[in-house]
């Protein structure tokens, strides 16, 4: 009897929840929406009955949120792969033909042909070419270029527009791409267009200014947030910014006013830019400024976000959520502001102070694009000295760069090549040549025969091996980079070079723990002369130095590529006319890339250069120089658009140098014999 009843209870609560799940599954359906495809944009859900269901949305706000379509990229579905024919590529890498302008051209316009014609990218015929650069025209408004005769679709071109065009296109782009100053992120396509910063009418167009970032964190009395304005003006806060609104007014706590261009930049921690395209002018001035950049849902591309990592020095927010955004940035600690800071002044220096550096940058991202896996990795986009400093094709291994020892925690290993360059007179360096071969640092000896007098039929016998190759009797031959050199380290040297082992030996290995930095022993100092208004150079011994000669010193061998495949033809050609000259391109070179002075290392007192500096009256030894070498600074500050040299007031001295302690104990003996 009472099995009978438990098992009429169970039927009962069986049919109650059958009868309850049948009746509620349908009431769950109205409300579960359907499945969305990944990577689309979410909004209202999609109700299966919406007729039975009761509105409390306006119909503009839900036609605003249900996902769109995606718009169509400008040219269809090009892209890379199918616009764009790498064939025309091999060998040579990327090679660039511009097409010239026709008419009467700005200055602007002209010095930037100027720059992309003196760069390693340019070639000048259009057969050769493996990218066809056509730049925007500087005609009046209504008035455009022509379809250039090689367009063959837009195939395999470039078209480059730094500042808003002033003309609508009278031609389809096709299959070209656009580098577009700012372009909206709905008409930008991924992996084709290059995105450009917008740039004032007075950008710099070489070397640039460097960053103005003075202190690195938030100090007290300091403005922590600066507000970008419509017209081109900034509005600084103090430290409680809460009330500050995104459209660029404070309530309270009002700062002055900055303008900008032409007046001081924003001296705050962080600039909130709204995400209105007027408004990514402030962005680049945010850089120089050292001013975090915080944009507020910008409708723009970033500039070159293919391959720079802006969440490194940038912060990209939502502008519906004002207070969270400004609560984030008064927590952010401290270290992290330091790094963000830091960032942008690696960033503006590298690739945007410029307009050449811009265009350079460019070029080579569409060379990484041709390199595939041997293109730039994104470590040498976002830490210094920047990829247009370190070419990929001397090699793809970090380790194989003076720059990522201490990124990687290791330090250059091996031994040194000696590389001595022989001129006029012509006689053999045979101490020199013994002096370098004992020490247990030396791999191999290179001597460049430069002079009008054969070379001499025998040579002493050495510990490591002697090549002996002839050179073209330039002085710029000196830093090729030879395929015989298999070291890391050179040691540069002259034939009238004066040096011991010891000397030698200590000056390695103070440049393993400075692979980057070049190390001598031999110094000039550079100067602002007040009286001719321009630079010089002097080797009067002083407190301070800023080179140190190539005669006799020790660098990384990537500066023999560095200096031969990077630097301006015009530059090189200099320094073969002025051999005095080729000392200072070289330190100019490193100090570019390392903006750090050089080190000295002691030498003894009979060594002496017996080719001094050529300086203006009362500096430095009095020489009549020829005109090419009495203006080489001035030359070369202006060709690398700023002067880069560093001074420095550090020796580098083995242990117990000078000490009065037994000669015994002191392992570099013979560095303190007269």
């Known amino acids: ?206 070397g640039g200014p460097p960053g103005q970032l003075q202190q690195h964190s938030p100090q007290p009395r300091v403005a922590q947030l600066a507000l970008a304005e419509e017209r081109g003006g900034w509005h600084t806060a103090g430290t409680n910014f809460s009330a500050c609104p995104w459209d660029g007014r404070c309530e309270q706590n009002h700062g002055p006013k900055l303008t900008h261009p032409g007046a001081t930049l924003p001296n705050a921690t962080f600039c909130l830019i709204p995400g209105r395209h007027p408004d990514a002018l402030h962005f680049l001035q945010a850089l120089q400024a050292g001013c975090i950049p915080v944009l507020l849902s910008p409708h723009w591309e970033l500039p070159f976000s293919e391959v720079i990592d802006w969440t490194k020095a940038a912060i990209i927010a939502d502008e519906r959520l004002p207070l969270q955004v400004l609560a984030a940035l008064q927590e952010m600690p401290l270290t992290r502001v330091l790094a963000l800071r830091q960032q942008t002044q690696f960033l503006w220096d590298a690739y945007f102070s410029s307009v050449e550096k811009v265009i350079h940058t460019t070029l080579e991202i569409i060379q990484d694009r041709i390199l595939g896996v041997s293109a730039h990795p994104s470590l040498q986009w976002n830490s210094p000295p920047g990829a247009l400093l370190a070419l990929p094709t001397f090699s793809t291994s970090l380790s194989d760069f003076p720059f990522y020892h201490i990124q990687q925690g290791s330090r250059p290993v091996g031994r040194f090549s000696a590389l001595i360059w022989v001129g006029a007179p012509g006689k053999p360096p045979l101490k020199l040549i013994q002096a370098v071969a004992g020490s247990q640092h030396c791999a191999q000896i290179l001597v460049l025969w430069s002079s009008e007098k054969p070379p001499p039929p025998r040579w002493p016998e050495t510990t490591v091996p002697l090549t002996v190759s002839e050179g073209h009797r330039k002085v710029s031959d000196r830093f090729f980079p030879y395929s015989a050199i298999s070291s890391d380290a050179i040691l540069s040297l002259d034939a009238h070079s004066s040096l011991s082992t010891s000397e030698v030996d200590f000056a390695f290995v103070v440049w393993q723990s400075f692979p980057e930095r070049m190390v001598g ?154």
Not at 522 to 534: C, K, N, P, Y
Not at 535 to 546: D, I, K, L, Q
């Open 1 to 206: 009897m009472q099995s009978w009843r438990r098992k009429s209870l169970w039927l009962a609560l069986s049919a109650s929840w059958l009868l309850i799940l049948l009746g509620f599954f349908p009431l769950l359906r109205l409300a579960v929406p359907s499945r969305p495809w990944a990577g689309t944009p979410q909004g209202w859900p999609h109700w299966l009955d919406a007729e039975f269901l009761q509105s409390f949305s306006q119909p503009r706000e839900l036609l605003e949120d249900v996902p769109q379509p995606p718009q169509a990229p400008r040219g269809g579905s090009c892209d890379w792969g199918a616009c764009f024919d790498t064939s025309k590529c091999k060998g040579g890498g990327l090679k660039v033909f511009v097409y010239p302008a026709a008419g009467l051209i700005s200055e602007t316009r002209r010095r930037i042909l100027a720059s992309i014609e003196g760069s390693r990218y340019h070639t000048s015929s259009p057969a050769e070419a493996c990218l066809l650069l056509l730049l925007s025209p500087d005609t009046p408004a209504g008035e455009c270029s022509p379809v250039p005769p090689q367009w063959n679709g837009g195939r395999n071109h470039l078209v480059l527009s730094l500042h808003p065009a002033p003309c609508p296109r009278t031609f389809q782009l096709g299959q070209a791409m656009v580098a577009k100053a700012s372009p909206t992120v709905d008409t930008f396509r991924h992996g084709f267009d290059v995105a450009l910063p917008l740039l004032p009418e007075a950008h710099p167009l070489r």
């Open 521 to 674: 022993f031999l110094t000039w100092s550079h100067f602002w002369d007040e009286a001719r208004g321009g630079w010089g150079y002097t080797a009067e011994r002083a407190n301070e130095f800023s080179m140190v000669l190539t005669s006799a010193a020790f660098y990384h061998r990537y500066y023999h590529t560095l200096f031969t495949h990077s630097l301006p033809k015009a530059l090189r050609t200099l320094a073969d006319e002025a051999p005095t000259c080729v000392d200072v391109l070289m330190n100019f070179l490193v100090a570019t890339v390392t903006k750090l002075p050089p080190i000295k290392v002691p030498y003894r007192k009979q060594n002496q250069e017996a080719r001094p500096p050529l300086a203006p009256e009362g500096r430095g030894p009095r020489l009549e120089p020829q005109p090419p070498v009495r203006d080489c600074i001035n030359q070369l500050a202006a060709g690398f658009g700023r002067m880069p040299l560093v001074s420095s007031r550090l020796r580098l001295d083995p242990v117990l140098f000078k000490d009065s302690v037994s000669v015994l104990r002191k392992k570099y003996r013979s560095l303190e014999k007269p």
